[in-house]
């Protein structure tokens, strides 16, 4: 089983929800679950689970018993350095803002393993639930079955919220060394493989020529790759675009 980031070690623990208590009744009538798809709400101020919902459907756990230690220890090898990561510098942002805390969110595509052992394909959304006084006290993750992705040895993901470009180039700095690729830089790139510009990407994106060439350059080093074509086929290869 895989540990969790340095940060979130001292956030998380292993004890699930008492699925009747008042808390768990209120999250439960205010939350709609979509099929194959599994939801936590976990609560920093208590230091628990205290929501849990689908999660038998879809790993094969009962919502009585997963708990945050647990969904994190059962990510798939190969993706969890990274997603534990991203998870701590993820919190770490969003947990030293202080207003409208509920609309910042990330998501990352990964697998995790199903108590049976096979690895499931998850897109993952975690965001903030609830804030008391500018701090968060509540965080809900929402974890979809994708059957349609194609995840490669790149990871994906990307930031929500009033602060998104900041939260998304903080990221992007902090995870440099990984393989992985922004939702921003994604977007521009698939961009670049239409055979746009960068001139003509920045008009799209209503932002400068540098601002693009800062989403675009970078991916050469990080990928290992020589010039624009070589980081097009790149990107293919490694489904990074369709």
Known sequence: MNAPGKFSKS??????????????EAVRNSLRRFPEEAIYVYSFKESRMIYADGWEEVLGYRDDEISMLEIVSITVPEYAPFSNELNDKALLFI??????????????????????????????????????????????????????????KVMRYAAF???????????????????AISDKEREALRLVAQGYSFKEIATEFNVSVSAIEKRILPLYKRFKVRNLSHLVTFAYENHILP
Request: glycine letters at 6%; charged letters at 25%.
């Open 161 to 179: 919220g009033p602060e998104k470009s900041e939260f998304e180039e903080q990221l992007n700095k902090e995870l440099f060394r990984h393989f």
């Open 11 to 24: 956030m998380i623990t292993a004890e699930p929800a008492d699925l009747n208590s008042p808390a768990a």
């Open 95 to 152: 947990l030293n803002r202080t207003e409208q805390l509920e609309e910042y969110s990330f998501t990352i595509e990964l697998k995790k393993f199903h108590k049976n052992g096979r690895a499931v394909p998850l897109i993952v959304r975690v965001g903030v639930f609830r804030s008391e006084n500018g701090q968060v006290t509540e965080i809900i993750g929402r974890n979809q079955v994708n059957h349609s992705i194609s995840l490669g």
